[in-house]
């Protein structure tokens, strides 16, 4: 289940890297950097959104016992894997 994990994640990166080259490509030079702070926030708010969602789940699912570092970032990158923001998980 891990290596299965590890693939999927590793292939949705790859993935939304290769569409942010084609959408960078497609659009005009004076175009780029408005794109990349918008995608930048974006990413920002659904990493605070999924953050708040992952310590209402903690409330509700009481996760306790599970160490810090993965109520923190394991379950955001979850949360947003479902949503497309691979980036939230680098």
């Keep these: 289940m ?10 949705g990166i ?4 290769l569409r942010e080259a084609a959408v960078q490509r497609s659009i005009p030079d004076e175009m780029h950097a408005k794109l990349n702070a918008l995608f930048d926030m ?3 708010v659904a990493m605070a959104v999924f953050s708040l969602l992952t310590d209402i789940l903690d409330e509700i699912l ?7 570092p993965v109520r ?8 947003g ?3 497309g923001a691979a980036y ?3």
């Design 42 to 44: 974006l990413i920002s």
């Design 81 to 83: 894997h479902h949503l």
């Design 62 to 68: 009481d996760l306790s016992p599970v160490p810090y």
């Design 14 to 17: 790859n993935s939304a890297a």
């Design 88 to 90: 939230a998980c680098a």
């Design 2 to 11: 891990l290596g299965s994990r590890a693939t999927s994640g590793s292939l």
């Design 72 to 79: 923190c970032r394991v379950l955001p990158c979850m949360l």
